[in-house]
Nanobody, 121 residues
Framework: VQLQASGGGLVQAGGSLRLTCAAS????????IGWFRQAPAKEREFVAV????????YYAEPVKGRFTISRDNAKNTVYLQMDSLKPEDTAVYYC???????????????WGQGTLVTVSS
């Protein structure tokens, strides 16, 4: 498995979840890692990305200030800490890696299988 996302679940609005993306060495070193989400009947959308160089980050406006992306290079793992969750955050969350990828989903080379996050009101 090259990328595996986990940590989804059911949480009440205002709660928190931490998603984990475990990557193989081949899909992690020198790769930017992004999180995307897809709600039912909607397009897959960008959530956050963290760069290989310097760990720079970028967030989509709807999650800015509530979500935090981080990476642990010793474990080939990227985390997405999601706080102050809202019902509109409900979606399947995917992690992906790409050497030159940033916000664009078509720029990513590898994708994990997704983990479902459900936020109840």
């Amino acid at each position: 498995v090259q990328l595996q996302a986990s940590g989804g679940g059911l949480v009440q609005a205002g709660g928190s979840l931490r998603l984990t993306c475990a990557a193989s060495q081949r899909t992690y070193t020198n790769y930017n890692i992004g999180w995307f989400r897809q709600a039912p009947a909607k397009e897959r959308e960008f959530v956050a990305v963290i760069g290989w160089n310097h760990g720079s980050t970028y967030y989509a406006e709807p999650v800015k200030g509530r979500f935090t992306i981080s990476r642990d290079n010793a474990k080939n793992t990227v985390y997405l800490q999601m706080d102050s969750l809202k019902p509109e955050d409900t979606a399947v969350y995917y992690c992906a890696s790409g050497r030159a990828a940033w916000r664009g989903k078509y720029d990513y080379d590898y994708w994990g299988q997704g983990t479902l996050v459900t936020v109840s009101s």
